[in-house]
Protein backbone atom coordinates (compact mmCIF):
# COMPACT_ATOMS: atom_id res chain seq x y z
CA UNK A 1 0.00 0.00 0.00
CA UNK A 2 1.41 3.20 -0.36
CA UNK A 3 2.07 5.85 2.04
CA UNK A 4 3.19 9.54 2.31
CA UNK A 5 5.42 10.83 5.16
CA UNK A 6 5.99 14.50 5.83
CA UNK A 7 8.65 14.99 8.50
CA UNK A 8 7.96 18.41 9.96
CA UNK A 9 4.77 18.81 11.43
CA UNK A 10 5.50 22.56 11.92
CA UNK A 11 8.19 25.11 10.58
CA UNK A 12 8.03 28.61 10.60
CA UNK A 13 10.04 31.06 7.93
CA UNK A 14 10.33 34.76 8.38
CA UNK A 15 8.77 36.71 5.35
CA UNK A 16 10.76 36.88 1.87
CA UNK A 17 12.60 33.91 3.03
CA UNK A 18 12.88 30.49 1.19
CA UNK A 19 10.78 27.49 2.08
CA UNK A 20 11.16 23.53 1.65
CA UNK A 21 8.68 21.01 2.93
CA UNK A 22 10.09 17.69 2.77
CA UNK A 23 7.72 14.48 1.27
CA UNK A 24 8.62 10.93 0.90
CA UNK A 25 6.72 8.64 -0.40
CA UNK A 26 6.10 4.86 -1.13
CA UNK A 27 4.33 3.28 -3.78
CA UNK A 28 5.31 0.49 -6.06
CA UNK A 29 4.31 1.67 -9.33
CA UNK A 30 4.63 5.11 -10.93
CA UNK A 31 3.53 7.50 -8.94
CA UNK A 32 1.49 10.25 -9.15
CA UNK A 33 2.27 13.12 -6.72
CA UNK A 34 0.37 15.87 -5.83
CA UNK A 35 0.44 19.33 -3.08
CA UNK A 36 -2.13 20.84 -1.61
CA UNK A 37 -2.41 23.63 0.62
CA UNK A 38 -5.49 24.42 2.70
CA UNK A 39 -6.01 27.64 4.41
CA UNK A 40 -8.22 27.77 7.54
CA UNK A 41 -11.71 27.21 7.32
CA UNK A 42 -11.39 26.36 3.64
CA UNK A 43 -10.97 23.23 1.23
CA UNK A 44 -8.43 21.78 -0.02
CA UNK A 45 -6.61 23.87 -3.19
CA UNK A 46 -4.05 21.94 -5.52
CA UNK A 47 -0.99 23.82 -6.08
CA UNK A 48 0.51 21.51 -8.57
CA UNK A 49 0.68 18.27 -9.54
CA UNK A 50 3.65 15.70 -10.92
CA UNK A 51 2.08 13.03 -13.62
CA UNK A 52 5.37 11.90 -15.60
CA UNK A 53 8.36 13.67 -18.20
CA UNK A 54 9.94 16.78 -16.09
CA UNK A 55 10.88 16.53 -13.07
CA UNK A 56 10.92 19.64 -11.76
CA UNK A 57 7.02 20.99 -11.83
CA UNK A 58 5.71 24.45 -11.61
CA UNK A 59 2.74 25.27 -9.54
CA UNK A 60 0.15 27.98 -8.53
CA UNK A 61 1.43 30.71 -6.21
CA UNK A 62 5.06 31.11 -7.14
CA UNK A 63 5.77 27.51 -5.35
CA UNK A 64 7.42 24.01 -7.33
CA UNK A 65 8.52 20.66 -6.67
CA UNK A 66 11.04 18.32 -7.51
CA UNK A 67 10.17 14.94 -8.14
CA UNK A 68 13.33 12.39 -7.34
CA UNK A 69 12.73 8.93 -7.61
CA UNK A 70 16.09 7.92 -6.43
CA UNK A 71 14.94 9.09 -2.70
CA UNK A 72 11.62 8.89 -2.96
CA UNK A 73 10.80 12.24 -2.91
CA UNK A 74 8.89 15.13 -3.90
CA UNK A 75 9.70 18.48 -1.95
CA UNK A 76 8.01 21.40 -2.02
CA UNK A 77 9.83 24.76 -2.20
CA UNK A 78 9.33 28.35 -3.03
CA UNK A 79 12.33 30.95 -3.03
CA UNK A 80 10.38 34.03 -1.19
CA UNK A 81 7.66 32.98 0.99
CA UNK A 82 4.90 35.47 1.76
CA UNK A 83 2.54 35.89 4.58
CA UNK A 84 -0.27 34.74 2.97
CA UNK A 85 1.53 31.49 2.40
CA UNK A 86 0.97 30.76 6.33
CA UNK A 87 -1.62 27.95 5.98
CA UNK A 88 -1.01 23.63 6.20
CA UNK A 89 0.39 21.80 2.87
CA UNK A 90 -0.44 18.34 2.03
CA UNK A 91 1.39 15.91 0.33
CA UNK A 92 -0.17 13.28 -1.97
CA UNK A 93 0.66 10.21 -3.98
CA UNK A 94 -2.21 8.77 -6.50
CA UNK A 95 -2.81 5.38 -7.62
CA UNK A 96 -2.30 4.63 -11.28
CA UNK A 97 -5.99 4.78 -12.72
CA UNK A 98 -4.98 0.94 -13.82
CA UNK A 99 -5.70 -0.52 -11.13
CA UNK A 100 -9.43 0.39 -11.30
CA UNK A 101 -9.67 2.97 -8.10
CA UNK A 102 -9.65 5.93 -9.82
CA UNK A 103 -6.86 8.11 -8.34
CA UNK A 104 -7.39 8.11 -4.53
CA UNK A 105 -5.20 10.15 -2.56
CA UNK A 106 -3.37 9.09 -0.06
CA UNK A 107 -2.30 12.06 2.28
CA UNK A 108 0.45 13.45 4.43
CA UNK A 109 -0.01 14.06 8.05
CA UNK A 110 0.21 17.77 6.68
CA UNK A 111 2.87 20.57 7.46
CA UNK A 112 1.61 24.02 8.68
CA UNK A 113 3.73 26.85 7.67
CA UNK A 114 3.79 30.30 9.66
CA UNK A 115 5.20 32.99 8.28
CA UNK A 116 6.30 35.69 10.42
CA UNK A 117 6.64 39.06 9.61
CA UNK B 1 -18.68 28.42 -12.47
CA UNK B 2 -19.66 26.73 -9.62
CA UNK B 3 -16.92 24.65 -7.79
CA UNK B 4 -17.64 21.84 -5.54
CA UNK B 5 -20.38 22.10 -2.81
CA UNK B 6 -20.79 20.22 0.37
CA UNK B 7 -23.83 20.66 2.73
CA UNK B 8 -24.78 21.27 5.31
CA UNK B 9 -21.57 22.66 6.47
CA UNK B 10 -21.31 22.42 9.99
CA UNK B 11 -24.04 19.18 11.50
CA UNK B 12 -24.11 18.53 15.52
CA UNK B 13 -25.69 15.61 15.93
CA UNK B 14 -25.95 13.10 19.32
CA UNK B 15 -24.43 9.79 19.73
CA UNK B 16 -26.59 7.25 17.43
CA UNK B 17 -28.26 9.02 15.40
CA UNK B 18 -28.29 9.11 11.36
CA UNK B 19 -27.01 11.83 9.23
CA UNK B 20 -26.65 12.34 5.96
CA UNK B 21 -24.31 14.61 4.06
CA UNK B 22 -24.48 15.93 0.47
CA UNK B 23 -21.94 16.85 -2.31
CA UNK B 24 -22.90 18.42 -5.39
CA UNK B 25 -19.82 17.97 -7.92
CA UNK B 26 -18.88 20.13 -10.66
CA UNK B 27 -20.87 19.54 -13.60
CA UNK B 28 -19.81 17.16 -15.88
CA UNK B 29 -17.52 15.65 -13.63
CA UNK B 30 -17.60 11.57 -13.54
CA UNK B 31 -15.42 10.72 -10.79
CA UNK B 32 -16.00 11.84 -7.08
CA UNK B 33 -14.40 10.50 -4.05
CA UNK B 34 -15.23 11.31 -0.24
CA UNK B 35 -12.12 11.69 2.35
CA UNK B 36 -12.53 12.13 6.07
CA UNK B 37 -10.24 14.54 8.01
CA UNK B 38 -9.71 14.33 11.75
CA UNK B 39 -7.60 15.14 14.11
CA UNK B 40 -6.16 11.71 14.49
CA UNK B 41 -6.37 9.81 11.68
CA UNK B 42 -5.27 12.86 9.48
CA UNK B 43 -6.91 13.01 5.62
CA UNK B 44 -8.22 9.32 4.59
CA UNK B 45 -9.95 8.41 1.28
CA UNK B 46 -13.15 6.90 1.90
CA UNK B 47 -14.90 5.49 -1.23
CA UNK B 48 -14.94 6.98 -4.97
CA UNK B 49 -17.93 6.80 -7.43
CA UNK B 50 -16.80 6.94 -11.38
CA UNK B 51 -20.93 7.78 -12.69
CA UNK B 52 -23.33 6.13 -9.85
CA UNK B 53 -21.18 3.12 -9.63
CA UNK B 54 -18.20 2.42 -6.43
CA UNK B 55 -16.03 0.71 -8.01
CA UNK B 56 -13.75 1.12 -4.69
CA UNK B 57 -15.03 1.54 -1.12
CA UNK B 58 -11.81 0.28 0.59
CA UNK B 59 -11.96 3.57 2.32
CA UNK B 60 -15.17 2.91 4.60
CA UNK B 61 -14.38 2.79 8.08
CA UNK B 62 -17.47 0.27 9.16
CA UNK B 63 -20.38 -1.06 7.83
CA UNK B 64 -22.24 1.91 9.16
CA UNK B 65 -20.77 4.28 6.61
CA UNK B 66 -22.36 4.35 3.11
CA UNK B 67 -22.62 6.16 0.20
CA UNK B 68 -24.52 6.53 -3.05
CA UNK B 69 -24.44 8.69 -6.24
CA UNK B 70 -27.58 9.39 -8.51
CA UNK B 71 -28.17 10.68 -11.81
CA UNK B 72 -24.20 10.21 -12.28
CA UNK B 73 -23.99 13.95 -10.11
CA UNK B 74 -25.24 14.70 -6.48
CA UNK B 75 -24.06 11.72 -3.41
CA UNK B 76 -24.86 11.23 -0.23
CA UNK B 77 -22.54 9.86 2.15
CA UNK B 78 -25.05 8.29 5.17
CA UNK B 79 -23.39 7.42 8.68
CA UNK B 80 -25.93 5.07 10.69
CA UNK B 81 -25.80 4.92 14.49
CA UNK B 82 -23.35 8.01 15.07
CA UNK B 83 -20.56 7.35 17.28
CA UNK B 84 -17.91 10.09 18.50
CA UNK B 85 -15.42 8.89 16.69
CA UNK B 86 -17.44 9.62 13.78
CA UNK B 87 -16.61 13.54 14.69
CA UNK B 88 -14.38 14.87 11.24
CA UNK B 89 -14.41 17.01 8.49
CA UNK B 90 -15.69 15.53 5.17
CA UNK B 91 -14.61 15.94 2.09
CA UNK B 92 -16.04 15.29 -1.22
CA UNK B 93 -13.91 16.13 -4.37
CA UNK B 94 -14.70 15.55 -7.76
CA UNK B 95 -12.78 15.12 -11.45
CA UNK B 96 -13.88 15.27 -15.12
CA UNK B 97 -12.12 11.87 -15.44
CA UNK B 98 -10.93 9.17 -13.14
CA UNK B 99 -7.59 10.11 -13.46
CA UNK B 100 -7.66 13.61 -13.57
CA UNK B 101 -7.34 16.75 -11.16
CA UNK B 102 -9.29 16.79 -8.42
CA UNK B 103 -11.21 19.74 -6.86
CA UNK B 104 -12.01 19.67 -3.36
CA UNK B 105 -15.25 21.05 -1.41
CA UNK B 106 -15.35 23.14 1.65
CA UNK B 107 -16.21 20.04 3.78
CA UNK B 108 -18.69 19.34 5.98
CA UNK B 109 -18.15 19.56 10.06
CA UNK B 110 -19.44 16.68 11.72
CA UNK B 111 -19.66 16.51 15.45
CA UNK B 112 -21.30 13.85 17.36
CA UNK B 113 -21.93 14.69 21.19
Known amino acids: AQSVTQPDIHITVSEGASLELRCNYS??????LFWYVQSPGQGLQLLLKYFSGDTLVQGIKGFEAEFKRSQSSFNLRKPSVHWSDAAEYFC???????????????FGTGTQLKVEL | GAGVSQSPSNKVTEKGKDVELRCDPISGHTALYWYRQSLGQGLEFLIYFQGNSAPDKSGLPSDRFSAERTGGSVSTLTIQRTQQEDSAVYLC???????????FGPGTRLTVL
Open chain 2, 93 to 103: ASSLAPGGEQF
Open chain 1, 27 to 32: YGATPY
Open chain 1, 92 to 106: AVGTSILTGGGNKLT
